[in-house]
């Protein structure tokens, strides 16, 4: 009999593992496509009439954008150097905006008036009047009781809110912010 190298073997034992891996992988794979598995079912139809469900409006991105370069126009034309934030229904922030200049709180700032005042459906600047009397809503986190946010209504019911950040007076910021709520009306 004749004798093989070490090299030969380990190779040949290689050749024969690979060789057989490949035969089980065909094997399963033929099994698997010869299995009758049940289709998943079509998308689920949801039950508009559903009592479950709600609805809700929102600005389209377009929107969002069009309302956040508006409040940044309006600042530009006045010398000044801000954020503007435009959040949805939820807070969620859609459009930010950081206007040349702007210092580095102004976009955080700007969110959070933006989230303040689509929370409780008013102007930041009436929201601020209120701390008189209930101090303790300033611990409500994300919010930021300063001028310079105003809600986006539809049918009187908050759907967004403009926040604007970095004038040297929460009155310009707001002022800023209504422009850019003002642009959707048009």
Request: proline share 5%.
């Amino acid at each position: 009999m004749k004798k093989t190298s070490v090299r030969t073997r380990v190779l040949t034992g290689t050749v024969a593992a690979a060789a057989l891996a490949a035969a089980t992988v065909g094997a399963v794979s033929a099994s698997a496509e010869s299995t009758d598995i049940p289709a998943a079912p079509a998308a689920v139809k949801a039950d508009t009439q559903n009592k479950n469900l709600a609805q809700s409006s929102g600005l389209t991105i377009d929107a969002a954008t069009r309302a956040a370069q508006a409040a940044l126009d309006a600042a530009t034309k006045a010398g000044q150097h801000v954020s503007v934030a435009v959040v949805d229904r939820d807070g969620v922030t859609r459009v930010l905006l950081k206007g040349d200049g702007a210092g580095p709180q102004a976009p955080v700032s700007a969110e959070r008036k933006a989230f303040t005042a689509v929370s409780w459906n008013a102007p930041t600047s009436e929201l601020a009047k209120r701390l008189a009397q209930a101090p303790n809503l300033k611990d409500i986190p994300g919010t930021l009781f300063l001028a310079g946010g105003a809600p986006i209504q539809s049918k009187g019911a908050p759907i967004a809110a403009v926040g604007v950040a970095g004038a040297p007076s929460g009155d310009l910021d707001e002022q800023f912010a209504q422009a850019g709520v003002a642009e959707l009306a048009k």
